[in-house]
Nanobody, 123 residues
Framework: QVQLVESGGGLVQPGGSLRLSCAASGFTLDTYAIGWFRQAPGKEREGVSC????????YYADSVKGRFTISRDNAKNTVYLQMNSLKPEDTAVYYC????????????????WGQGTQVTVSS
């Protein structure tokens, strides 16, 4: 059974950091591209970052470039999202998902979503 479980969210002050984890089970994620998305209250889910399975290429939304870093630990079957210099507008539920085809930035290109982890950036 394919399953993704996100963790690492929480409350952090502006300028702070968090590291999110996306642990996979039921499949070996090093052969798949994995994406991180977020959804703020009242807004559509948006792509944040993606890492490919073939060569580990990474992609970032303009809003997080230079602040967020995506990585993977194949031995732990886990993908991470290191988030630095957090801003209040980063507040959202963050999800990871398996890329199934199409554009890396589109929600429709992904399946097997995790349950999400809440990130709140506030003083």
């Amino acid at each position: 059974q394919v399953q993704l479980v996100e963790s690492g969210g929480g409350l952090v002050q502006p300028g702070g950091s968090l590291r999110l984890s996306c642990a996979a089970s039921g499949f070996t994620l090093d052969t798949y591209a994995i994406g991180w998305f977020r959804q703020a209250p009242g807004k559509e889910r948006e792509g944040v970052s993606c890492i490919t399975g073939s060569d580990g290429s990474t992609y970032y939304a303009d809003s997080v470039k230079g602040r967020f870093t995506i990585s993977r630990d194949n031995a732990k079957n886990t993908v991470y999202l290191q988030m630095n210099s957090l801003k209040p507008e980063d507040t959202a539920v963050y999800y990871c998902a398996v890329f199934t085809g199409g554009s890396y930035y589109y929600v429709q290109s992904y399946g097997y979503w995790g349950q999400g982890t809440q990130v709140t950036v506030s003083s």
